[in-house]
């Protein structure tokens, strides 16, 4: 019996798979990154990828938008590489009062000052004006519609400027293959009809067949979503992107700069190259640790590890998911999505009604309840999962014991340590 340890909110469990069972532990790689946050970013500006440098894009003289992220995505620590873009622009003769920050909020909330300097840091706040993005209520550009339909429009501001410079992290996404990108554009700082027509495509076409399979973590082949951000985001066309990746320890690792497709290709690149892992089948039983504290503060951050935990499963299989969850469900959509509709359903038909992601989430954990025999882990009160197709334990061992009970005790089995972060993937995928 081989004992293996997962991190479970501020501790370690043990998850005991015999030998013979286990196909393997799944974990991302060691992939050698920059020495600092600062040389990363550096580096990328001074060595743009399929586009020439800022200097010979950026004139004296023009106004310039950078799109950057709201307070929901800190994480990329937008205020290391915010500053040394902004002083790239300086040293070409661009003034700060030609410099505008515009926080693509997407359908979020607006942000407090307070929000707004940690986004910027302090001197970088100081100096430069930053605005809110409000899909719904400020004055957008028209651009026409995609092929699919989606009505193209963004943010005035960002329109009217000479230069849009997009900044963000390329991470895994659920629907859209990968954040990042021209997800700052769209949703950044698109119109509340434009998310909600593009964000429909991670349906099925046909109502009461769920969700469209090709729109999912880590692919863009054929991926609608994806597909339709790129179309609608070439016709606002930004001048030069500004991406970071990150690292193990949560630090800016890497940063790709130019073309805003190409270098966001590239971004793509380096987190397959740490993130993706090659699997020659699939398992009976996938368990998957959300990283411990904070990646399993709540549910629906945990909702990435079993995004990522479940493409490693055989239909029908077991798949538990170790997430301490002691802040209950995290997001009330996801809540009422799972809680008041009982069935996957009502749960699509009130999500083709009004699409949020949060409900969107809902609506993929009760689809892979239905798909998979669903296992939770957690300190959340079990009350909160009864009837969502979730089954909740206090323990490893608990948890075990119903998963042997329903399909017996020789499994082949996948552990995923970083179930957060690791995406599994079967050969040509």
Known sequence: MGKHKMKFDREVLEVDIPDSDLLGVLRSREVPCAPSEEEAVREALANPIGSPRL??????????????????????????????????????????EDIFF???T?????????????????????????????SRSDAMADFGVTSRGTPVRFNKRAADSDHVIVTGGVVYH???????????????????????????????????????????TGNIDGNLIHMDMVEAVEK?????????????????????????????????????????????EKADLVVASACGYPKDINFYQT???????????????SMLILSACTEGYGNAEVQTM??????NGAREAELRREFTIAKHVGFCTGE?????????????????????????????????EKIHAKHGRSLKTWLMPQGANTLPKLPGQ
């Open 174 to 216: 659920f629907m859209a293959g990968w954040g990042g990108g021209k997800k700052g554009i769209l949703p950044g700082i698109a119109a509340y009809e434009t998310v909600m027509a593009n964000h429909a495509l991670a349906l099925d076409p046909i109502p009461g067949k769920g969700r469209n399979p090709v729109c999912r």
């Open 106 to 134: 997407g359908t979020h909330r607006n942000q407090s000052p307070e929000e707004h300097k940690a986004i910027l840091g302090e001197d970088l706040y100081r100096r430069c004006k930053i605005y809110d993005h409000d």
């Open 236 to 280: 606002l066309n930004p001048s030069f992107l500004l991406n970071v990746v990150m690292n193990a320890s949560g630090k800016i690792g890497w940063a790709v700069a130019g073309d805003w497709k190409e270098a966001y290709r590239k971004g793509m690149e380096i987190v397959d190259s740490v993130d993706a892992v090659e699997i020659p």
């Open 102 to 104: 515009l926080s693509g």
């Open 55 to 96: 200097e010979d894009i950026v004139k004296p003289g023009e106004k310039v938008c950078i799109v950057t992220c709201d307070v929901t995505r800190l994480w990329q620590h937008p205020s290391v590489y915010l500053p040394i873009l902004v002083e790239e622009l300086n040293a070409i003769g661009v003034p700060d």
């Open 303 to 317: 909702s990435k590890t079993f995004f990522n935990a479940q493409e490693a499963l055989k239909p029908g299989g």
């Open 338 to 343: 799972l809680l008041d509709f009982r069935d």
């Open 368 to 400: 892979a309840a239905e798909k998979f025999d669903f296992h939770l882990v957690t300190k959340m009160d079990p009350a909160l999962l009864e009837g969502t197709g979730v089954i909740a334990s206090r323990t490893v061992e608990e948890a075990m």
